[in-house]
């Protein structure tokens, strides 16, 4: 039983290769064979090994494990593979779940259409040779970028272990680019002493134009007691043939993962990747104008178009412009695809880079070399030396085109392989949105005569009005890609609730389309509450510091749903209550959860709720939901700010 709990110390830390080690010294005693191959499972997944996450999966599904996300991240997992067969029926098994959540429920759907056009992905092939670089070793080479003759890369080489894979430490390194590109071998050296960290990663490396500024990502500085990664980017420039101690950049956001940065043809601009919030979906692609005096514009988002409710990543801007990057989010053969976008008449266009570029598994961090015919990559695909290997592509020689890869022309209606046309007309998809409301419980019952207001994202300024039939539902509505939505549901002897709806990551790429008019309707189903007295909820991933009592900002985005929802019911009155957990003594717990509530309560005031629609009450570990709570998750379920309806 201790290797499982030592297994779960681990895992909770993001010391996955650790906890890999103590859930198979569990799985050997027979522990909790089920939970303990799903979390062996989870841990090579979030360490970025899913092939071997495959059988383990299948262990816990087979078992009856009940995690709701468990069977995606099992197709998932298996469409790395390249086993697209059995993914699809995965994915289409875990779309038909009862408990699925919906936004996996929509992507799963996503997946198998996605997987349907594979073939056709696999027909893009470019006219290009790869060779897998000699310099390559069984550890992580990846993220090249070219520096005069010399390819600067990330390499795990360091002497210090990273425990989330049992790997050694990123670092940049540098060597000699070969007479013969694709032969370029021998001992990398270290990049820079000034730039080393002997315990931080250093990774993907970007140089200016003129090659004077670095500017690269680094992570697990030790800022954080776990090991989930802290990525920020820093810069450090070349005086005088000496690169300098390397500075933050004001660009990051504290609470996010912040990497893969590249410059424009100019210098600029910088392109980077983030996971803040606000964006489009898992990790996006900003940009930041840099001025004459070397400071920062605000980072902007590059928008729906290329963003996606997947990960984006590893931009790399062309001689021309044109922009080359990574996602998991557009469709492709596996996990990171390489993908082009292109922009024509104000129009973007995204283009999968096909075969050999893209494989099952993840491809990404495209430059070019010397023209726009060769250049260097980063995979981990099957038959490489280890982990991210380095590739080198080259066009033939006698080739003309002047990009490596044949792109079919996004406006030439009269080409047959354009995915945009068809019989010489540009495909057109119209989407609607339609639902049901529910009323919640173990057994939800369609609600008639509720309304569906649907509003902008932005504003209460109403674009339509549907009500309920007996059955429960609406619609349909006419949405616009890219845009985002509100539907807020009244009905009476209800809490009027507020459902966001966003377009980003639904519209139809033009290689699922197969004829010219397309229709199609997403379905939303909305549970509403019953408005009644003493009703309890718990406001989800409210959390505060070690005995501190002042709003975060992640609970203040929890607490700005409370806000709404007393806005949108301006007769509901509520007592807001904190609970603590049982680690110290009654009393200090007492007033600290009195503190913590009457601070939530100052916080929704601020909002604009007036002070007698609240009552703030702390009732310290008094109200235990596990009286004997021994694990970091039982406390955290004991730690929780509550509201519950005292009239309306």
Known sequence: MQAYKDGQKKFANGEYDLAIKGFQKAAEANIEPVQTSYLIAESYRLSNRFKEAVPYYKKAIDGGITNADARFQYAYALKTTGDYADASAQFSEFAKGQNAPQNLQERALREVEIIRIADRLKATKMEVELKDLPLNTAGAEFAPTVLGNELVFSSSKKEKIYTNNGQPMLGLYKINIASDPGNTQGNPVLFSQEVFAPEAHDASPAFSPDGK??????????????????????????????????????????????????????????????????????????????????????????????????????????????????SDGHPGLGKLDLFSATRTQG????????????????????????????????????????????????????????????????????????????????????????????????????????????????????????????????????VEEGKAYQLLVQRKGYISKREPFSMSGRNIPPIFLTKELTDTTFNVTIKLDKLELNKTFVLENIYYDL????????????????????????????????????????????????????????????????????????????????????????????RRTEFTILSY
């Open 213 to 326: 500024t670095l500017v690269f990502a680094r992570s697990n500085t030790g800022k954080k007691k776990d090991k989930s990664p802290d990525v920020d980017l820093y810069m450090s420039r070349n005086v005088s043939g000496q690169w300098t101690a390397p500075a933050i950049l004001p660009i990051n956001d504290s609470l996010a993962w912040d990497g893969s940065p590249a410059f424009s043809r100019d210098g600029k601009t910088l392109y980077f990747a983030s996971n803040r919030a606000g964006g489009v979906g898992g990790i996006d692609i900003y940009r930041t104008n840099i001025d004459a005096s070397g400071r920062f514009s605000r980072p902007v988002n590059m928008g729906k178009d290329i963003n996606t409710v997947g990960d984006d990543m590893f931009p790399y801007v062309a001689e021309g412009g044109k922009l080359y990057f990574a």
């Open 347 to 478: 129009v973007i266009t995204i283009e999968n880079m096909g075969l050999p570029f893209n494989s099952p598994q993840d491809d990404f961090g495209l430059v070019f070399y010397q023209n726009l015919k060769k250049g260097f990559f980063a995979s981990n695909r099957d038959g490489g030396k280890g982990d991210d290997d380095i590739y080198y592509f080259a066009a033939p020689e006698e080739e003309d085109t002047t990009t490596v890869a044949k792109h079919n022309d996004p406006n030439d209606p009269l080409n047959p392989n354009n995915p945009n046309f068809i019989n010489g007309k540009r495909k057109v998809v119209r989407y609607f949105l339609a639902g049901t409301v529910l009323a919640n419980g173990e057994t939800p019952i369609p609600i008639d005569s509720a309304v569906v207001h649907i509003l902008p994202d932005t504003s209460d300024t109403q674009i339509a009005e549907f009500p309920t039939a007996k059955d429960g539902k609406f619609g349909k509505q006419p």
């Open 547 to 638: 005995n501190k009592y002042n709003i975060r900002p992640d609970a203040a985005v929890e607490l700005d749903k409370l806000v709404q929802i007393l806005k949108d019911n301006p007769t509901m009155t509520i007592e807001l209550s904190s609970h603590t957990d049982a680690r110290a003594t009654d009393a200090y717990n007492m007033t600290l959860s009195q503190n913590r509530a009457e601070s939530a309560v100052a916080y929704l005031n601020s909002k604009g709720i007036e002070a007698d629609r609240m009552e703030a009450k702390g009732y310290g570990e008094r109200e235990l939901i596990v009286p004997n709570a021994k694990t970091e998750e039982e406390h955290q379920r004991n």
